[in-house]
């Protein structure tokens, strides 16, 4: 717990400055759309000739039963940020839910292979991060950004980006080889589950994730209390240029 409690001091003491300064709400929450459809450029081609073909790979060789209990074991180890971050948010409630959904899996769930808790009217809830729990504490959310490789951010998101690592169990396997091999799948079924959602984008691609992202987390940070406004942001005409 020192090693975790650490880099959430320093991320406080560094980052919440910066972040603090930034407005709570802009009328075009995508200022920075010339830099962002560039790296978005960038990443859907790297997306396409590489990391979509391994997904694709992936999901065809994996067994069913194989590849649930994989997304299960990464939904439990899931669990630890989730209750870091449900704590500093003050949800004790959700903290303590999570808690028992992960000691169960962890136990008779063999480690998070198997969703027992489930079927014990304990059914997974929405994931916690520190971007939600800034904006929790009233740090403004900032311009949307696209960051290489990492994919839709935000000003606030990306500032909570090393406490996330630091929360993250997997960071402290000691095996160099190892940890490259979770990380590796655990992009890579992430990146299988998003293969059939895909399916439904329609339009300009850039602006269709740009929208799905923002309205995912305000629907995350209010716990599925926000208006759905989905595409009535007051974009410019720039929005809607093509791709480079």
Known sequence: MKHILNPIALALLTLMPVAASVAQE????????????????FNDRVDRWFLKPLAKGYKAVTPDPIEVGISNIFSNIG????????????????????????????????????DVAKHMNLPADTPEDFGQTLATW??????????????????RDTLSRPVDWYTDPTTYINHEGTEISVKA??????????????????????????????QRRAYLISNGEVTDDFGAEDFSDEDFEGDF
Not at 85 to 100: C, E, M, P, V
């Open 26 to 41: 802009e009328k075009n929450p995508d200022p920075w759309q010339g830099w962002n459809r560039a790296v978005f450029n």
């Open 79 to 114: 669990e630890v940020p989730n209750v870091i971050n449900g704590t500093l948010q003050g949800d004790f409630k959700g903290a303590g839910y999570d808690t028992g959904r992960f000691l169960v899996n962890s136990t008779l769930g063999l480690g998070g292979l198997l």
């Open 138 to 155: 009233g740090v403004g959310q900032g311009p949307y950004l696209v960051l290489p490789l990492l994919g839709p951010s935000t000003v």
């Open 185 to 214: 799948l655990s992009i890579l079924d992430a990146r299988a589950g998003l293969l059939e959602l895909e399916k439904n984008i329609t339009g300009d691609r850039y602006v269709f994730i740009r929208d799905v992202y923002l």
